[in-house]
């Protein structure tokens, strides 16, 4: 055996040199201990969308009564569901024909990217409560439509906090007045 085969085993048997195997091992075992904190956030994360995913249905659901009840319901800037992702998908392809299509079947619900494109009333708006810390910070806001037709809270609005949104309803002052709000 060549001395520099003996001097490497003696080096492996004294401890100074590291087996193959057990470095590859070690290596890992690093790895594994430095992405405790990652693993450990991508759980906490994907909890925290499994929640919310939870609670949205749950909205979903007080929210579905003012679609059936009111003319137009608008869904604004993020709020987390498909009608609001229609619309965002609709502005960001820019296909006119599609674009035509799902305006003219007037289906009760509009989101906030296609607001601006016909004249209707939005009767309900349907609001992201994480773009806004409470309800009077979303009272207090020059615009809670963002990237639609700018949209303040009026005094005779009613403003209903649910899980993961709030839902505004518009009240003319003419019905309050009347008792018909």
């Known amino acids: 055996m060549e001395l520099a085969g003996v001097l490497h085993q003696n080096a492996v048997a004294c401890g100074f040199v590291r087996h193959p195997v057990q470095h590859q091992i070690e290596q890992i075992a690093a790895l594994c201990i430095l992405a405790t904190p990652a693993v450990s956030a991508a759980n906490d994360l994907m909890s925290t969308?499994?929640?919310?995913?939870?609670?949205?249905?749950?909205?979903?659901?007080a929210i579905a009564r003012y679609i059936r009840e009111t003319p137009l319901v608008g869904f604004a800037y993020a709020a987390p569901f498909r009608e609001y992702g229609e619309g965002f998908l609709l502005a960001n392809i820019d296909i006119p024909q599609l674009t035509f299509q799902y305006l003219a079947k007037q289906s009760g619900t509009i989101s906030s990217f296609t607001q601006h494109?016909?004249?209707?009333?939005?009767?309900?708006?349907?609001?992201?409560?994480?773009r806004f810390l409470d309800g009077r910070s979303r009272q207090e806001a020059d615009n809670f439509n963002l990237l639609g037709p700018t949209e303040k809270y009026r005094a005779t609005d009613e403003l209903i906090e649910l899980r993961i949104v709030f839902v505004l309803v518009r009240k003319s002052a003419t019905a309050i007045t009347d008792g018909h709000g």
């Open 49 to 61: 969308y499994w929640r919310r995913t939870l609670d949205a249905e749950a909205d979903y659901k």
């Open 117 to 130: 494109l016909v004249q209707r009333d939005v009767g309900v708006f349907i609001i992201d409560k994480s």
